[in-house]
């Protein structure tokens, strides 16, 4: 327990390094933010009987969030798994006597939740607190809707990095297995960005589409979580928004296990 | 003059054939270049769906705006590759001091430091909405034929300028900054959308500061013959891709500052 532990500080000590790509990725965040809900505002303002499923003010929080979080989705490999696998240093990783899942998925946790964690903090005090300070209380960050949903949701985003963190594990054992990082991190971005909510909230995709786009594992990373925060009705409650989560994360665990240790048996190594 | 022109010809040339060699990864890259972008364009596509329209605005015109905006990025992105990475494999390591040893330009070199074909797969896939969306429009100009390039040109003078700024800032912050990209992917971004949609800052900024409308918003009002409901002029849209290169020389004089007060770095 103590090695994974380990794993998991190393890693987010190294997160925690670059103050200044913090500040540069909170200006990005901020940006992005600003004209996605100036576009929203305008959208909304000009077909006031669309019944959408999220309001105006639903959905810039919506998008708060998610820009908060950016980090926390499944964007690639592991860094250092993917230079490992270039390099042929994955040797040392197999020579270790550890779980290599546990080892990797601690180091990958700590990955996103270094990362995403003091950006999240940062831009929610921001585009929350400050903004309603600064008089920008319509396009600022709503508090939760309740206790209940802010404890629910606060559950719901551990699951989200947990299950972030496996899907980080499928791209790592992809990695090894391709022995380049660039494949697996050329299907990560698309599918987080486009699946996760973080291009446009899920709700808002064709209604045809709701039901597939909730039950497929990307969706638990920060759509739920967000949807049980503000308050959003999820088909059969927030018990099976939780109940989705800890499905994928078994299956990806369970499967991922496994297809590890094939790639493994048989994993070539290259480099010096 | 015309033996830059040869020379870079060259580098091109053996730039294209260096990517070539791996066809397998320039196919993968390009392809999926070619569906993340197109994704983004169904993330748009379904807010019409549930609203209708984009402010106001009929999917026709906000195709077109999109699809001008990511042809312009995906030239300057293929001829400016060595100004994006210039920061960390130029001014980092100190390599820089060999191209000013060079009796050439070092902005032509730079430009010959990689002919990048990867986004040709964001070219296409802009182009195709582009093509999607003046075939939706009702009233498409004649002047459209000409716009186009003219647009074009200006926005890829535009995204270049961005990307020569962002190298030139390298001299002060020795390492490349992301948070240029808010100019280069978060210009896309802003570009997609209908001018009006947005705030008054916002506009000010888009128009004058980095005039992203003026090569996309603009000559599209021509092209679909709309009039702009802020009260701007139609003949602008006509001369305002110019605003692209005046923009671009503006940064080639920053770059010249930049170069002229380097001092090395590196190793």
Redesign the interface.
């Given at each position: 327990m103590r090695a994974y532990l380990s794993a998991f500080v190393l890693q987010g000590r190294i997160g925690l390094r670059y103050r200044?790509?913090v500040?540069?990725?909170l200006?990005?965040q901020l940006?992005?933010g600003?004209?996605t809900l100036?576009?929203y505002a305008?959208?909304?303002?000009?077909?006031p009987d669309?019944h959408?499923p999220l309001t105006l003010r639903q959905a810039m929080t919506y998008t708060w969030l998610q820009q908060s979080l950016f980090r926390l989705l499944p964007i690639g490999c592991l860094p250092s798994v993917g230079d490992a696998a270039r390099t042929g240093a994955i040797v040392y990783d197999l020579l270790r006597p550890v779980d290599m899942w546990a080892w990797w998925l601690s180091s990958s946790l700590a990955w996103l939740v270094g990362a995403a964690v003091p950006r999240a903090i940062l831009l929610a005090a921001i585009a929350g607190p400050l903004a309603a300070l600064l008089g920008l209380e319509a396009w600022s960050l709503a508090p939760p809707v309740s206790m209940t949903a802010a404890i629910l949701a606060l559950v719901s985003f551990g699951l989200g990095a947990l299950i972030s963190a496996t899907i980080v594990m499928w791209w790592n054992v992809l990695t090894a297995r391709t022995l380049s990082p660039?494949?697996a991190n050329?299907?990560a971005?698309?599918l987080s960005?486009?699946l996760s909510g973080m291009?446009?909230p899920l709700p808002?995709?064709?209604p045809w589409a709701q039901t597939l786009l909730l039950l497929q594992p990307f969706a638990g990373i920060t759509d739920i979580p967000i949807r049980l925060y503000l308050g959003v009705a999820i088909p059969g409650g927030a018990g099976t928004a939780i109940v989705i989560q800890i499905v994928w994360l078994a299956v990806l665990t369970l499967f991922g296990r496994a297809w590890m240790r094939r790639t493994v048996d048989r994993l070539e190594v290259q480099g010096a | 003059m015309l033996d830059g022109l040869v020379l870079y010809r060259r580098m091109a040339a053996a730039s294209i054939a260096a990517q070539l060699r791996y066809p397998g990864t320039f196919v993968l890259q390009a392809a999926g270049n070619f569906v993340t972008t197109l994704l983004s364009f169904f993330g748009l596509w379904s807010l019409f769906h549930r609203f209708g329209s984009l402010g106001g605005w009929d999917i026709g015109m906000v195709a077109v705006l999109y699809g001008l905006v990511n042809v312009a990025f995906s030239v300057a992105e293929t001829l400016g590759r060595g100004f994006e990475i210039f920061g960390g494999e130029f001014v980092k390591t100190g390599n820089f001091d060999r191209l000013l040893l060079r009796p050439r330009s070092t902005l032509l070199l730079l430009l010959g430091h990689e002919l990048r074909l990867r986004p040709v797969g964001r070219f296409l896939q802009g182009a195709f909405v582009l093509a999607a969306g003046l075939h939706l429009s009702p009233h498409v100009g004649w002047a459209t034929v000409w716009l186009i390039p003219w647009a074009v040109a200006g926005g890829a003078a535009l995204f270049l300028g961005i990307l020569i700024g962002q190298a030139a800032l390298c001299f002060l912050t020795i390492e490349g900054l992301e948070v240029v990209n808010i100019l280069t992917y978060g210009g896309v971004e802003a570009g997609q959308y209908p001018l009006p949609m947005f705030g008054r800052w916002l506009r000010r900024f888009l128009t004058w500061a980095v005039p992203i409308a003026g090569i996309c918003y603009y000559p599209t009002l021509v092209m679909v013959r709309h009039a702009d409901p802020l009260g701007m002029p139609m003949w602008f849209g006509a001369v305002s891709p110019a605003l692209g290169f005046v923009f671009l020389g503006v940064m080639v004089w920053a770059w010249g500052r930049g170069v002229a007060g380097y001092v090395s770095s590196g190793s």
């Open positions: 200044i790509a500040a540069a990725g200006v990005a940006w992005f600003a004209i100036m576009a305008s959208v909304y303002h000009h077909a669309a959408a660039l494949g050329a299907i971005v698309p960005v486009l291009l446009l808002l995709y064709p | -």
